[in-house]
């Protein structure tokens, strides 16, 4: 089994990836957990592929778990969803020693992480996630939120889990475009912190490819995210380098009411939009957006996304990097290496 720990103080915890895991989280949560109750947390199209295992595995280790089910899909990511987890919770007879366990993507993975930061002012809970995109980002660092009408990921918390735990084998039943979707944040840790990553992925060049040594590149991308995570938990600072892409990102998807581009596709289409920019302004050197575009093409992910710039603006303006007109913006200046710049927005938008 792969091993990681964030090192985070009274806060810290493992991220354990291996093939078959999902088998043996009971046994490996059980130990962290201060109460024997916990609220599995899980959408429509997971639960019927993994919920029981998960309820097993629970039990056969000492705990007791209830089921709750909510429809898969952004949708779900919302205040009112949140707000139905919260009676859900409340009418199950939670106390602070239960614990929640998210299993599923990104969205379950938000949704429960901030149920569980402001039940009962904060209860523990476990990742467990089942998307190649919550494995290599949403589930590490403890960033938890719903969305508003207003955009992406606006309320939230900061809030760790007790636990990580990753099965490599859950992802062999996603459809090709939600692994492509997780795709794009692979790709994205070889732009802002590891070339080396990044032309291992072109010389992979498929998902067959990539499966064959999925725990392995799995396991480096969240180790580069541990190491951001420990360094700046607040995303102050280097942590921020991990929104490269998605400033523009979050704008292509709220253009598109979250219905058309998912979270990874839009992200893919803000690196290659990012790497223009900056070449365009001088922070990039020539053929970084190439590279990009071709890498993120193999995919089946989008290279470009139209939008106007009033969509631009709306969304940019209240994106949680903008300070004082300002908006500190994810350049690179090669694969590989990544930097925050502050710019007058006004500046950024007249470029875009």
Not at 6 to 14: E, F, M, Q, T
Not at 166 to 181: G, H, I, K, Y
Not at 202 to 226: F, H, P, Q, Y
Request: charge should be negative; glycine fraction near 10%; aromatic fraction near 6%.
């Amino acid at each position: 089994m792969e091993t990681l720990h964030v090192h985070l103080g009274a806060r810290s915890y493992d991220i354990c990836n291996e093939p078959g895991l999902l088998d043996r989280c009971g046994a490996l949560a059980a130990p962290l957990l201060r109460g024997k109750r916990c609220f599995v947390v899980t959408d429509s199209n997971v639960a019927p592929l993994y919920g029981q295992r998960v309820l097993d595995s629970l039990r056969d280790a000492g705990l007791e778990p209830r089921l709750l089910t909510v429809p898969a899909g952004e949708a779900s990511k919302s205040p009112a969803m949140l707000a139905e987890l919260w009676e859900q919770l409340a009418a199950g007879g939670v106390t602070r020693a239960d614990s929640i366990v998210a299993l599923g993507g990104g969205v379950v993975g938000d949704l429960a992480g901030f149920a569980a930061a402001t039940m009962l002012r904060g209860i523990d809970y476990v990742q467990v996630p089942t998307t190649l995109l919550a494995q290599v980002d949403s589930s590490v660092g403890g960033k938890v939120a719903v969305d508003l009408e207003a955009g992406k990921n606006l309320a939230g918390a900061f809030y760790q889990p007790r636990l990580v735990l990753m099965d490599a084998e859950v992802l062999n039943t996603l459809p090709d475009r939600v692994f492509s979707d997780g795709m794009a944040e692979v790709i994205k840790y070889g732009c802002i912190q590891n070339a080396d990553l990044f032309a291992r992925l072109e010389r992979l060049g498929s998902r067959a490819a990539v499966m064959a040594e999925i725990t392995d590149i799995t396991t480096a991308c969240c180790d580069l995210k541990r190491q951001l995570v420990e360094q700046d938990e607040r995303d102050t600072g280097l942590r921020m380098l991990l929104n490269f892409g998605h400033t523009l990102g979050h704008v292509y998807e709220k253009a598109y009411h979250y219905e058309r581009y998912t979270h990874g596709e839009a992200v893919a289409a803000g690196m290659v939009a990012a790497a223009r920019l900056g070449c365009r302004l001088g922070y990039t050197e020539d053929g970084v957006e190439a590279r990009i575009a071709a890498l993120l093409a193999a995919f089946g992910l989008p290279t470009e996304i139209s939008v106007t710039r009033a969509d631009c603006e709306a969304t940019m303006r209240l994106d949680k990097k903008a300070l004082d007109g300002d908006i500190r913006f994810i350049f690179l200046r090669q694969l590989g290496c990544a930097e925050a710049v502050r710019l007058p927005l006004d500046t950024l938008l007249a470029q875009l």
